[in-house]
């Protein structure tokens, strides 16, 4: 669709009879890709950026902190705030923020200005997901859903399997100013192509005949949308506790070289491909149990690399199924997010599950920081594994109860409808 096109609130949903919208969903994959990857970057050029700016590895560590930080503060009023604008329009916007935040980041002198660049980048990033994370379920029926997030999220994949491999080995090579500005100049080209073809959408859900509107703290999604955040910040902190600091563990811990980190890295991303596809073929038919599998298997695989770290092929092999089975956890956790929020709600829906991915990976990130200079490296995992494991308990329990809650009889004709 071109820039001419009308605004969204001038075109009808998609309809279940609509055709696939393959273009418009690969673009919003590409527009994830540069997103993701412009926040991690600074995971795999954590030791060359503290070396330069003369930090510890943990400052820079805190970066992430900071990054996700501000998602947290900014998503849930900026999305209140640009709640009927396009969104179309609106990823442009942010993706032109994101970009800038990036180039600031390439030319910042000291360790403060890229603080401020880090905090633009946040900014923007958190009403990006609130976006972009509802986009899909606007452009497909719901039973399309899962496929289309699926689609998507290979986006995020992509960036752990080529961004993030791709600027930690350019940033090694050429610098990581060097791998911020290439960063930058990628989001204005996917800016352009999200102007040319991603399709508008009317993200507005209408009243049916007879239905009432009710406050938002009487829609019956809202407590599996609560605990669907509680989930995912359980797991999520878990994960990047140990993930934000991996480089300097497979460095330090694991004894394998640093110009090996980037190769590893790519590993770990293109394993994560692998558990995107799977993802896609299970989260509409089993969202819950395949969710609590591939959590289980997250843990298992991050131990068995914690208890055999002197050996590089179990490192190897462990780092590998650690990816594949966290690469679908996102787009199974963002799944499971659509379907059990309400057509009204999703885009609130999605801007809170922005905030308690980005909470769980500010204090992952700032949690790791502390226990590795309270501690050292070699305790990150273990700490990992214990939070996996309430993680796990905590959808075990939930599930029953929202499975006993689904059974009771709703009041007929009330619309779940946010005011």
Known sequence: MSASAPPSSALPSTTPT???????????????????TSEFLPTGLLPDMARELN???????????????????????????????????????VLLVVATGNIIAALAPSYEVLVGARVIGGLAHGLFWAVVGAYSAHLVPKHQIGRAVAITSGGGTAAFVLGVPLGTALGHALGWRLAFTVIGVIVLVLAALVLRFLPAVDHRVTLKTGEIPLPLHKDRSIPAVIILCLIIVTIMLGHNLFYTYVAPWLIHVGGFPEDSI???????????????????????????????????????SVFVLALFSSSSVVVIVALVVWGVAFGGLPAML????????????????????????????????????????????????????????????LMILTNVWLARRARKPRPPRVADYAI
Not at 20 to 36: E, K, Q
Not at 285 to 294: K, V
Not at 351 to 358: C, E, K, P
């Open 18 to 36: 609509s055709a696939f919208p393959w273009v418009g969903l690969l673009v919003l994959a590409g527009a994830i890709f540069v997103s993701v």
């Open 55 to 93: 930090v510890s590895e943990s400052r820079i560590g805190l970066l992430v902190t900071i990054f996700a930080g501000t998602v947290v503060l900014s998503t849930t009023p900026l999305a209140a705030l640009t709640r009927r604008y396009s969104r179309k329009y609106l990823v442009v916007a």
């Open 262 to 300: 980037a190769i590893l890295l790519f590993l770990f991303g293109g394993a994560g491909a692998l558990g995107l596809v799977l993802a896609g073929l299970v989260s509409d038919r089993y969202p819950r149990a395949g969710l609590i599998l591939a959590t289980t298997l997250v843990m298992l």
């Open 334 to 393: 963002q799944t499971r997010m659509l379907h059990a929020a309400s057509a009204r709600l999703r885009d609130l829906a999605a801007a809170l599950f922005t905030t308690s991915f980005n909470l769980a990976i500010g204090l992952g990130a700032l949690l790791g920081g502390i226990l590795l200079d309270q501690i050292d490296l070699s305790v990150l995992p273990f700490v990992d594994v214990a939070i996996l494991c309430v993680g796990i308990v």
